[in-house]
């Protein structure tokens, strides 16, 4: 049939609203298309484009053509990363691609269309009915939504998570040892496009693993022809850079090899990942960063990160838990991320990171020690956080106290720096500083974005000039983000923010003492306190003096401390939300638990005297003052919500961020596939958090009112 002919006989196949296109389409499209479809198919393709608007920016098709199978025709408008995200989304509904032919208009425009018709079998166990065929035009439909309005990230974002959720509904386990991908690329068969032939051993996602690496590559994809056939796959990309060029340059179609070859490769292990949209986002990154530092210092490294699944899995692991860790650490530490995959080392101790901050720092001018030192700081932070998420097992105690040895190296180096150089302005003090940790610093339980809580204490005698300027240096030279881990805290100091950065020794015993000014809570919070930097002798004074102070005996004003606690409730949880620390069952209901027995039992028993709340509970328990079963509830139950709030603070770095999400949203089911409840079942994983939330928040706030009150708000549910 002749060209004419064929456009006549599309004519007569076509409605009157529908023939305007027949001539955009015999215009713009290619003579292979017209070739690869009879005049009805083409008619219905027109018909479907003649559907599209602003309300449907796709029309789908399906037809059932044998047991098993069907042809799905999709039409739409034409946009970047878009047949990546159909090929994702047959994937997800248990769809193999066994033949393609993908079509656009040769000319862009902004009313360009594109065709696309896949003959798609069912994987065995699936079903694709009604139901299923409505869930996936509708889901398509928000795709080609998203796209429309430039939110292609979030399309992505959508589409990882839509596609890791179905294949843990499937149990279809993509990791594993996959076949190489085999690009070869001529740039003779097409005077606008480079074909790219594509060989490989067909598996599960292949096409979408594929064609999302262009994608992301910035790769305009014009047409795809796609034949498998005994398990191995030969596909044709014809496709331009992102200037529309060919892509001619040798070693652009290197990249292009590798970064197809690792996508694919890392796409077989999203579900490894907490939150597989990040982690997608992070690789392409990385990818970027590879390009960046230069293939060859680590080609060695790389193929053998990619050889087995367990090195691909760990970095599945850290690419999805964290904004945070990417934009802070792992990009700025790239070259060290992946020998730390191969074989983590263990946490060097805190008199090793001093030795070797010390050596950093000596020979340098005054000018660069600040950037060496938080070069260093943020460097054994990287190393502590990647430990600890690729040794799952590593207990909380051990990552807790890596981060509180690196604080007090760091501290105590700040100190000794900024003393140095304030003689040169102020001369040499006759007296002794210490600098006192409290809170999560001083209870050695640091985690995930936890800040520094710290005070500073001068001997008696001499100006308080030089002391006062001595806590600001600290401050000013120790760099951290705001809300962020390290962040330096004084507001425990005496009279708080109304208060001198620095205290003296006089000052300090008289603001805690029975009837001086301290508040309970204040009393309370003196628990935590313990020297950390500067002279030890007086270190120790002021711990004595906390003693004398915190467990004299007097009497413990017990209305104030749970009318604070009724207020935290009420004040500091947003209705409708549950937070991990404030809300009926949060964390402090254990830790104030302890430490109320600790105040109460201190005088008589000096062994509870400790800061490290579980330490305490221990020794509690030893004395019989907590009983074996309370015990055993408090400690499980502190552990899980350390944990919780951990996962919490990770994403962003922040530590505020301590409200969890609602139980049905996607970033609840990141928050389970971060705590590991992925292991425990794939599907219910988040229903099985939450069911742990619940439960935990429940005993440890029952207990909080059997030991210590008749009557306060009930544990909320997540959705309440």
């Known amino acids: 049939m002749t060209v004419p002919e064929l456009k006549q006989s599309v004519q007569s196949l076509c409605p009157e609203p529908s023939r305007r296109l027949v001539e955009d389409f015999f215009v713009r499209m290619g003579e292979d298309y017209f070739a690869a479809f009879s005049p009805e198919a083409i008619a219905m393709h027109i018909r479907m484009a003649s559907d599209l608007d602003e309300d449907h920016r796709v029309r789908v098709h399906i037809t059932p053509v044998g047991e098993d199978e069907f042809d799905i025709t999709i039409v739409g408008f034409d946009y970047l990363a878009q047949f990546s995200l159909f090929c994702g989304l047959l994937s997800a509904f248990g769809l193999d691609i066994r033949t393609g032919d993908i079509y656009s208009f040769s000319k862009q425009s902004l009313s360009s269309k594109v065709v696309d018709v896949f003959r798609v079998a069912l994987k065995p166990g699936e079903t694709f009915d009604g139901t299923k065929q409505h869930e996936f035009e509708q889901e398509l439909r928000v795709l080609a939504r998203l796209l429309a309005e430039g939110s292609t990230e979030e399309a992505r974002a959508r589409l990882n998570r839509f596609l ?70 030969r596909d044709q990309f014809f496709i331009t850079n992102r200037w529309g060029k060919k892509i001619s340059d040798g070693l652009e179609q290197e990249r292009l090899r590798t970064a197809v070859g690792m996508i694919k490769q890392f796409t077989h292990f999203l579900t490894d990942a907490p939150d597989p949209a990040k982690a997608m986002r992070h690789f392409d990154q990385f990818l970027d960063k590879i390009v960046e530092i230069g293939e060859e210092q680590f080609p060695d490294r790389t193929i053998s990160l990619l050889a087995g699944s367990e090195g691909m899995s760990k970095l599945a692991n850290l690419l999805g838990s964290s904004d945070y860790l990417w934009d802070d650490f792992l990009r700025i530490h790239f070259t060290e991320l992946i020998p730390m995959i191969e074989a983590p080392t263990s946490a060097p101790g805190k008199a090793a990171m001093q030795v070797e ?49 690196l604080a007090e190296v760091v501290i105590e180096e700040a100190a000794r720096i900024g003393h140095a150089h304030l003689i040169e302005k102020f001369g040499q003090p006759t007296q002794a500083f210490s600098v006192l940790a409290l809170g999560k610093f001083g209870g050695r339980e640091m985690g995930f974005a936890s800040d520094l809580e710290v005070m500073f204490v001068q001997d008696d005698g001499g100006s308080n000039d030089f002391f006062e300027s001595l806590a600001h240096f600290v401050v000013d030279f120790i760099e951290t983000r705001d809300k962020g881990i390290f962040h330096i805290d004084l507001r425990l100091r005496p009279h708080g923010d109304a208060g001198t950065w620095s205290t003296s020794f006089d000052q300090f015993r008289k603001y805690y003492s029975v009837g001086g000014e301290a508040a309970p809570f204040e009393r309370q919070a003196l628990i935590k306190l313990r020297w950390c930097a500067g002279d030890e002798a007086l270190g120790r004074r002021l711990e004595a003096q906390r003693d004398a102070f915190t467990y004299s005996g007097e009497r413990w004003d017990w209305e104030d401390a749970l009318h604070m606690r009724r207020r935290q409730m009420q004040e500091l949880v947003k209705p409708g939300k549950v937070n991990a620390k404030y809300s009926a069952g949060g964390i402090v209901d254990i830790e104030y638990a302890v430490q109320y027995l600790q105040l109460l039992n201190g005088k008589e028993h000096p062994e509870v005297r400790v800061p490290t709340t579980l330490d305490a509970l221990e020794r509690l328990r030893r004395l019989q003052i907590v009983r074996e079963g309370d015990y055993r509830l408090l400690h499980s139950s502190y552990l899980f919500l350390r944990n919780l709030i951990d996962a919490l603070r990770i994403v962003r770095g922040d530590a505020s961020d301590l409200v969890l999400p609602s139980e049905s949203s996607e970033e609840f089911k990141s928050l389970a596939r971060r705590l590991g409840y992925r292991k425990r079942d794939r599907v219910k994983s988040a229903a099985l958090l939450a069911a742990d939330i619940h439960e935990t928040m429940t005993q440890a706030h029952s207990y909080f009112l059997a030991r210590f009150e008749s009557q306060t708000p009930s544990v909320p549910h997540l959705n309440s």
């Open 164 to 233: 890791t959720e179905r294949v843990e509904g499937m149990h279809e386990e993509l990791g594993g040892l996959l076949s190489p991908v085999v690009l070869t690329f001529d740039n003779q068969a097409s005077p606008e496009w480079t074909v790219m032939d594509v060989r490989s051993e067909d598996t599960f996602a292949f096409l979408y693993a594929v064609s999302n690496a262009l994608s992301m590559r910035g790769v305009y994809i014009n047409k795809v022809k796609i034949r498998n056939a005994a398990g191995q796959t």
């Open 357 to 405: 901050l010390r050596s950093a720092l000596e020979g340098i001018s005054a000018a660069d020690r600040k950037a060496t030192l938080n070069a260093f700081k943020d460097r054994q932070l990287f190393l502590i956080d990647v430990r600890h998420l690729l040794q799952p097992d590593a207990s909380l105690h051990d990552f807790s106290h890596a981060l509180t040895d």
